[in-house]
Nanobody, 128 residues
Framework: QVQLAESGGGLVQAGGSLRLSCAASGRTVSSYGAGWFRQAPGKEREFGAAISWTGGSTYYTDSVKGRFTISRDNAKNTVYLHMNSLKPEDTAVYYC?????????????????????WGQGTQVTVSS
């Protein structure tokens, strides 16, 4: 079993930056694809970014492309989301997830059903 714990959320002004961390425990996730999703109040959970198990491939939704960077440190069993140029519309609860199935095409890691393990989420609030 895998447990995921997000941290690094908080309140930031528009234009600012945050780095979210997702630490895995229980089992190593170094061989799993991983992703970040977010859910704003009154909206459905949406995909943000994904990374292959090697870190060699990444995939972003258009709204965060060029501003967010997903990375991982398999030695630390941790996945990160570096968020720059934050906007009020980025306000949401951010969830990390780890997939239990390998897909060669990283696109499939943009689908929430791909993921077997989810964290509890961390709140990110961007003020205008």
């Amino acid at each position: 079993q895998v447990q995921l714990a997000e941290s690094g959320g908080g309140l930031v002004q528009a234009g600012g930056s945050l780095r979210l961390s997702c630490a895995a425990s229980g089992r190593t996730v170094s061989s799993y694809g991983a992703g970040w999703f977010r859910q704003a109040p009154g909206k459905e959970r949406e995909f943000g970014a994904a990374i292959s198990w090697t870190g060699g491939s990444t995939y972003y939704t258009d709204s965060v492309k060029g501003r967010f960077t997903i990375s991982r440190d398999n030695a630390k069993n941790t996945v990160y989301l570096h968020m720059n140029s934050l906007k009020p519309e980025d306000t949401a609860v951010y969830y990390c997830a780890a997939a239990g199935t390998y897909y060669r095409n990283i696109y499939w890691y943009s689908i929430s059903g791909t993921y077997a393990y989810w964290g509890q989420g961390t709140q990110v609030t961007v003020s205008s």
